[in-house]
């Protein structure tokens, strides 16, 4: 699973990404940005991000994109990301963009998904998962999973705000690159604030 360069004792974080595809564009310099500052970067696809083509791009070419950012294969199978936690394959996991359907398999307990199965696999062995959550019912259907998920043990959220308050009243989207610190604050069990952002 890891490359050459993850033997030289590098901190290895999954990153999760889900089907929210507008944001995936808005995701990928938080993956340079956590390779600039020394982290090995495992790519995990959910099955929609993975498979699924858009006007925002096909599934092939962001695939083929991750694999040349991070010198790693995709993990998008539940066989694939199981051992993640229980072999200390990774010390963390970013879970960006964070669909409303995510946040609600993660409250629920659900593990039936490569993303989820990945969260789950980490949170066995205590290690933290950072959301950067971006849903169109962040205030309406998700409000109570997000709610659910801040009180929870090992989940770290990135800030977040609406992102368009008169087109999308119901929106929620964080900020992209407030990622990699709000990673390493979790790592020493801290969660960066402001978690909610100022229009």
Same mark, same amino acid.
């Given at each position: 699973?890891?490359?050459?360069?993850?033997?030289?004792?590098?901190?290895?974080?999954?990153?999760?990404?889900?089907?929210?595809?507008?944001?995936?564009?808005?995701?990928?310099?938080?993956?340079?940005?956590?390779?600039?500052?020394?982290?090995?970067? +495992?790519? #995990?696809?959910?099955?929609?991000?993975? &498979?699924?083509? $858009?006007?925002? =791009?096909?599934?092939? *070419?962001? @695939?083929?994109?991750?694999?040349?950012?991070?010198?790693?294969?995709?993990?998008?199978?539940?066989?694939?990301?199981?051992?993640?936690?229980?072999?200390?394959?990774?010390?963390?996991?970013?879970?960006?963009?964070?669909?409303?359907?995510?946040?609600?398999?993660?409250?629920?307990?659900?593990?039936?998904?490569?993303?989820?199965?990945?969260?789950?696999?980490? +949170?066995? #062995?205590?290690?933290?998962?950072?959301? &950067?959550?971006? $849903?169109?019912? =962040?205030?309406?259907? *998700?409000? @109570?999973?997000?709610?659910?998920?801040?009180?929870?043990?090992?989940?770290?959220?990135?800030?977040?705000?609406?992102?368009?308050?008169?087109?999308?009243?119901?929106?929620?989207?964080?900020?992209?690159?407030?990622?990699?610190?709000?990673?390493?604050?979790?790592?020493?069990?801290?969660?960066?604030?402001?978690?909610?952002?100022?229009?």
């Amino acid at each position: 699973m890891k490359n050459e360069q993850n033997n030289n004792n590098r901190p290895t974080v999954a990153f999760g990404l889900c089907g929210s595809f507008c944001t995936l564009e808005a995701v990928m310099p938080a993956i340079e940005d956590l390779q600039q500052k020394g982290w090995n970067v +495992l790519p #995990v696809m959910s099955f929609a991000a993975g &498979s699924l083509d $858009t006007r925002f =791009g096909t599934a092939e *070419s962001w @695939r083929r994109r991750l694999v040349e950012m991070t010198g790693n294969p995709i993990l998008d199978t539940l066989t694939a990301v199981e051992p993640l936690g229980p072999k200390g394959l990774a010390d963390a996991m970013v879970i960006a963009p964070c669909t409303g359907t995510t946040l609600a398999r993660l409250d629920e307990g659900l593990s039936d998904t490569p993303i989820t199965l990945a969260a789950k696999s980490l +949170l066995r #062995v205590r290690r933290p998962i950072v959301l &950067s959550i971006s $849903t169109n019912d =962040g205030l309406s259907a *998700s409000a @109570r999973h997000i709610g659910s998920l801040l009180i929870r043990k090992d989940y770290y959220f990135v800030p977040f705000g609406q992102d368009d308050c008169v087109k999308k009243p119901m929106s929620l989207k964080a900020d992209p690159s407030a990622i990699a610190d709000t990673l390493n604050l979790a790592l020493q069990g801290q969660q960066k604030q402001p978690i909610l952002l100022q229009s």
